[in-house]
């Protein structure tokens, strides 16, 4: 028997357009912990939905103990004894915690034995070195008891190998150092652990093997031991720019926005920074280091608690959506589909809804006006649209992008917040919406920029500002603006 | 540390009282009732409660399994309606129990109709049991043109007049149903299917739950248990007409909901609905006696359903 | 391009498939009962339509915004109630229309405050609504004990409302104020982008609750125009006059062709659907089916449309 429990060899994904994997190689031994390291969109999700049976390969074999093993479905993958558990948990909130564990399963019986299953489900939380009320309803349970639930359930399906991805996400320090014993204690009990995480300190602390993905790429192995931090980060970011940025020609002028000791619930803390006239100041960090929550306090969609927003040097109130706009704030959500736009209605009705006075004689809507509006951002941000009534469900991502930013053109805002702006949209479309940025900061316009993509917002900002829990961490420009120094802070 | 319990204890407490609001209110009313009329507290009126709570109540039973199920059926007043008319019909040619059968089956496949629009379509279960409730009730008024029909069948006279102790046959159907309901949803597969259907319809159907079985099976429920409760009122009353039960919907909604059912779905059980039920029936037996009349009734049960429902869709967003 | 045209085509049918079936049935009647389409009966059908016409008017709105009203039924009962009350305290007549219509605004707000406050989906709009529809029928009850109320209705505007054919100008008044109001102005491309994305609307810096609660109020006071109409048709007032008012205005609405989930809609579909169902009424009517027995093809209809409409969605995507 091989010493690998798992080998994933010459894997390849394609979507349409992209290739997510690139000849992928990766091998797990028996019985350790093995960390799987990179960068937002490096392909580790990709590669363990592969693995999991949620996509199917374009190419490449998978092993299991040494015999080939055909995926081709999630239940396959849980016969194998392969069991993944993401972030946002499978679980349902309203049925007991012994109930979850089988969810679905009650020994293909028609009638359910509860004692039996109250048993089992004790003993499978039991060997986790817990003990707690499997009668108690999921959605009652803490972020690190529903993981322990879901670890449980794991176990329930006999797996060998069990997936985790980024898990302490959401855990406050203290659950941390109860959830590591219980790793700790599958490892002793056979079980591989796969885990994913941004976070280098828990993988020093807890792993034996790592490996580091970039762009679809393996570009590191090794044992936790042999490598150090900054090779690692090293590997992360060593990035290949192929991206040509638009050259920045703007100098920032006086301070137009100051957010002062910004707080809101458990999710920001203390945030406090300046923007500057004509600046573009980009946000880096991981996600779910609270970037978005930030953007929707400045805005208002989901106002701060406490602290305090300066505009001109004049504090204001931002309490809704309605006041940011007020205040010449636009938002470019980082879900276009869901918060950003009306995929039903055309490009015309996206572009003016943010101020349909200026286009209205009186109480009518004035159409003429609306269409020279659309035609003057359709031509500016060059919106490639058969007609300037065409469904937006119907345009492509870039496209799409462009409308939602119009939008906010068109209500003048004097800073626009961007989240993600070239998520998912082609090349040609993003260096367009660099461009503008550019054009826009001419124009004195201020954007603040939140990009899960090193090289865009180490390319676009004029400062960059690190996020990590809800907090700055700290704040990068110049010389220092590398993409080793952001990481360091990012995942520290 | 300490500080953190403390608050967590008061944020419970306060939990508890916005959840049993509506509980909590009813029963200092039932026992303001007590002291306040003796008359509520004698053996006949108890009785009277009891039997007229258990006829709507199984119906209420079987609407708390769709509540639960995460959907709604505003049709079992119609089909309520439209059972006490077929089953008179056929009392008057046939023995009582064929009749009794035939009119359960056809409250079924009334129940498969709705599972069906609701399971394959999509279609939102209000929108669609809204039709089916006008259908049942035009062809209720179309089987009786429009006149409240009698029956003289002899058994079901015999049936009607059992009691035992003042307590007629209706309440030990009532527990053969709690029973019988309690049992599917809390020890089969399918019932407790139907809880994870409603707690999160994409993480059931992923895990290999048949989602559109649970649907479908809770309409059926209703359809079943709203020509229950028809049935039961013939026994009482020897006749059907298209207008009986229009209040049904309402009262069970509310008593299913007063239990500590979440209309989001997922959340609840029939047992704890009997709390509702009773306490639906005690209040509007109280405000009889007090001499409250059937339009002001009629205001305090809609009042009842929006209250219980704008507590439950609060109570909600603050678990959020 | 003809795989593109069988897809229209498709579209076309099942999005007015409906209205069609209901065409042949009207032709059909008129075959049988030639009088069908005289004139006289023609305009007499209009002016039953206009009642429910103006109803279905408000319930656009509240369907296109996402959500269903089912209180306007009670509300017709109770306005027309308490404008006849009005009317025989001697309140000037005019004044009493305005009471009406207070009353069926005041209504509606209260629909929409409950629903704007706990943000709520369709669903529990639905069941808020139906709730209320139990109150407000309640409410037209308390004055006259379920009784008919005869008015003591003098010469003047509120006569002048129900009588010849002004119920049918008052119908197409609104029908064009509104159709202008949707189609035209910032108001009604708000009501799309609420009726489409909740979210999406919020994040565009629109006031939803307060949209929201203004659908309901239009729903509340047309309700409240389309009870006083009716009671200066008959100078009195019938407190379960407005029953399964709701369920006409519904099907004029799905059955024009409007899309039942919401975000989009037009006033000319529910108008050409409160004419066809009305004329589809008469038809019965005439061939023997009474109001009572009607509600079963009324209600099937509501079902088929909705059907209808999901799957034309779904042939879209």
Redesign the interface.
Known sequence: MSDYILEMKHVRKEFPGVVALDDVSFSVKRGVIHALIGENGAGKSTLMKVLNGVYPATSGEIFLNGQQLDISGVKQAQAAGISIIYQEFNLINTLSVAENIFLGRYNGKQTVHWKALREKAKALIASLGFDFDVDKLVGRLSTAEKQLVEIAKALSFDAQIIVMDEPTSSLTEKEVDMFFPIIERLKAQGITVIYISHKLDEIYRLCDDVTIMRDGKVTGNSTVKDISRDEIIEKMVGRSLDMEYPKRTVTPGDVILEVKDLGRRQQLKGISFQLHKGEILGFAGLVGAGRTELAEAIFGADPADRGQIILNGKPVSIRSALDGKKNSIGLVTEDRKETGLVLAMDVTENTTITDLKSVSSGILLNRKAEEKVAQKYVDQLNTKTPSLHQKISNLSGGNQQKVALSKWLYSNSDILILDEPTRGIDVGAKYDIYCLMNELTEQGKSIIMISSELPEVLGMSDRVLVMHGGTIKGELAGRDMTAEKVMKLAID | MNKNRSTLRKSELQFFFLENAVIIVLTAFVVFMVFYRPSFRSWANLTTIINDCCMYGITALAMTAVIICGE?D?SVSSIYAWSTCLFVILCNSMNIFSAAVITLLVGAVWGLFNGM?VAF????????T??????????A??ITE?KPINTGNPMLATIGKINIANISLVPIVFLIVLAVLYCIM????????V??T???YE??R????NVKLSKIIVFVFTGICSALSGIMYCTRVYSGA?TYGS?L??WC?AAAVIGGT??S???GGVHRTIIGILLMAILFNALTLLGV????Q??I???V??VV??FD??SK?K?R | MSTTLKSRAKNLVLSNGILLAIIVLIIVTGIIEPNFFAWKNMVNILRQVSVNGIVACGMTVCIMSGCYDLSVGSIVSMTGVFAILAINAGINDVLCIFIGLGIGLLAGIFNGSLIAAINGRGGEAFIITYGTQTVLAAVALFPSKGLFIAGRVPDGLFKLLGTNNMPIYCFLFVAIILHFILSKTQYGRKLCFIGNNMDAAKMSGIRVKLNRISYFAISGLLAGLAGIILCSRVTSSNPTAGLNYEMNAIAAVVVGGNSASGGSGSIVRTVIGAIVIGIMGNALNILGFSTNYQLIVKGLLIILAVALDILSKRVKS
């Not at chain 2, 379509?121 to 669609?128: N, S």
């Not at chain 2, 809390?186 to 299917?193: F, L």
């Open positions: 709604i505003l629009l379509l999509r279609m939102p279960a209000f929108v669609a809204l039709g089916t409730m006008y259908t049942a009730k035009g062809l008024y179309y429009e809390r020890y089969t597969k399918v019932g407790r299917n809880y994870a409603g707690g999160n993480v059931a992923l895990s290999g739950i298209a209040d919907t309402t909604v979440s209309m779905g997922g959340y009349d059937g339009s002001m009629r205001f049960r809609g009042l359903l929006v429902i704008m869709a609060i967003a678990k």
